[in-house]
């Protein structure tokens, strides 16, 4: 790096990831010489991938149901109906997060078993055979509400920051930022698809220069970001809510002004 | 930059902005020397203050409200209501985009009239001035649903493509990426907000290494990734529809099941 900041990028030759694969093996193996305070940004599907998580894609729909705790909202259009579901994890995803891109002919992949288990594990790996402490994050493109497009966010993270809690500090006038918790975790998956990109197979990058959003290995994982419905002001579809909405009030209605004789039948 | 990828860095001592300060002027005089497909990453904040976008803070609620399309949904905790509503720029945001951090005290700050124009200008200043061809986003901190602190997004772009549109383009395994048009304008802008920070007053960052993504001053800007409500699957707050829908299916059934003169009396 010629000047302070932030230097991401790629690291290529990774090769196609098979099952059973050991992924700290392959980022070693790329030559990359790891430094103390990097955070390796990895696609979650090549976590899938060593992990085996291939199901046959005519399973597809069965997969996404398996993966589902809850769906969120749907919407049909041309005969498919695309399902957004509060997937195993918690995550908000459409398709749970079952990914049909940049895999071979037929199959799925599921998200990992585990993100942040396999992100610590990852982390705890390449620290052992470097000496240098650094980080690992797994990245998934996800939508999002209000906005076109997709971004990089950070579903799995070992020894990293997810969150850099600024409230009681205080901005350049003096005051108290009270309610400011930059998401540092989605912003380094967002840094890292930059270099990555979609279709180039550079699976990993590395961001170098946030040293100090790394730390010890049990640092809350990427579950610590994602909020529950209970908290959510939009934990269902607006459709699915309205619907919801009013088949009670239908119902409330009919129970309120339906003489006696015509409750009994109903 | 010693290996390829991505160099971000702040701009440091660009200190105070005020009204009718030239941004264009106080870039360069940070003595930055820019190449041809940087993309200068320009805290919204900052061109809200030349721009003198000052309200009084005892206003700040009546602002908000001028700021207002349309409320999206809202939350009441401990007295204090938050709205988060569609705003004149289609963006939806907490309190309309209103801002009172890093602000003179008694002062909250609107957001840029027109981000877009007031980016292409800084675009196209920056070019006449160096001659290098530079693209600008400007920037703003937003919360998002389903997930855990905020990330910076763009709210305005001059020369610079908001979305890598990759549909049509193959994967690694030769399938069709269909669906992914990733934002690389809101990537952008996450990955500069990690050398920018919130508090440490740095409000400018430089990201070098996509000049693929600068191109001409007439390119969509940010309020092309803005999704209309009427594209959207949460274009209203689940306790909001679920309140709208039980008044509407509550006055369906009472339609519905009320003896004619009881309607007549309604």
Redesign the interface.
Known sequence: ??????????LPGMG?VRPGDDLVALVLATGVELLHGDILVVTSKIVSKAEGRYVQAADREAAITAETVRLV?S?THDGHTMR?VENRLG??AAAAGVD??????GWVLLLPEDPDRSARALAAGLRAATGAEVGVLLSD?LG??????????AIGGGGVH??AD?RG?????G?V?SV?????A???A??A???KG??S?NPV?V?R??GDLVGPLDLPGAS????GADR????????E??????????????AE??PPEQKDAT
């Not at 049909?100 to 002919?105: E, L």
């Not at 400011?180 to 540092?184: A, E, K, R, S």
């Open positions: 790096m010629t000047a302070p900041g932030l230097h991401v990028f790629a196609e909202a919407r957004i995550m908000v049909a891109s940049n895999t071979p002919d493109t999002r509400p209000w906005r076109e497009g997709q971004t990089d966010v997810m969150v600024l500090t205080t901005d350049q006038a005051k930022l400011t918790t930059p998401c540092v989605d912003e380094l967002a840094a698809d930059l270099v979609k279709a197979g990058a961001v220069g946030r610590s970001i994602v909020r959510d002001l939009f934990w269902l579809g607006t459709a809510a309205l619907d919801q909405g009013y088949r009670d009030g239908y119902a409330a209605a009919r002004l339906s």
